[in-house]
Every structure is written in C-alpha cells, then in structure tokens.
C-alpha cells in the first residue's frame, strides 16, 4: 500500500518559514520523481515545485528564489523549505509521487498551510 504523508504545515506570519516534510512508504522511493503542489481556496491545484530521481529540480515561478525542494532517499522523505512566506502561499499542499513511464501517481492527503494576522 502505497502512502505519502505530508506534515510541517501551519501557522505562519508574512517573511516566515516553514519546512514541509512528505515520507514516503509502499514504493521505491529513488525511482520516483516527488513533488510539492498546492491548492489555493476557489483555485485549482497548481505545481509548486518537483525533484527528479537524479535530484534535478524546477519551480513555479512565483516561488523560485523563495523555497527549496530536496530529498532524503535513505529516508525516503522529500522536503519543501519555504521561506520569505507571503499571504498568497497560502493554500492546502500536497505531496506528489510519479514514475510517469509506468504510468503512476500517488498523491499525499496535503498539509495546509495559513497565514495568520
């Protein structure tokens, strides 16, 4: 059975951090290119971030230059450090598992993160 399980999202001031973490089990963690997406209220899901196998990255341009994507494949966990938060990063994300040669995607339940006043 395959889960991926995000965490570190929560509360966060503008010009804040926050890491989120996503651990992966039931796949062969290296194999698989993982990924940060997010959904926005009254918005669709958008791409935020990916990591390729061989840890070859790309980023939204809204966020580049503000968060980092990177993986632990010893600890099969992938990782989103987002810094310099603003309101409009807030949203419900998501973790994003995909080996779309054999046609496979495996989503995590998302972590949400808000701005608080």
């Known amino acids: 059975q395959v889960q991926l399980v995000e965490s570190g999202g929560g509360l966060v001031q503008p010009g804040g951090s926050l890491r989120l973490s996503c651990a992966a089990s039931?796949?062969?963690?290296?194999?698989?290119?993982m990924g940060w997406y997010r959904q926005a209220p009254g918005k669709q899901r958008e791409l935020v971030a990916t990591?390729?196998?061989?840890?070859?990255?790309n980023y939204a341009g809204s966020v580049k230059g503000r968060f980092t994507i990177s993986r632990d494949n010893a600890k099969n966990t992938v990782y989103l450090q987002m810094n310099s938060l603003k309101p409009e990063d807030t949203a419900v994300y998501y973790c994003?598992?995909?080996?779309?040669?054999?046609?496979?995607?495996?989503w995590g339940q998302g972590t949400q993160v808000t701005f608080s006043s």
């Open positions: 039931g796949i062969i963690f290296s194999t698989y290119a």
């Open positions: 990591i390729t196998s061989v840890k070859t990255t």
């Open positions: 994003n598992a995909d080996r779309p040669t054999q046609g496979l995607s495996y």
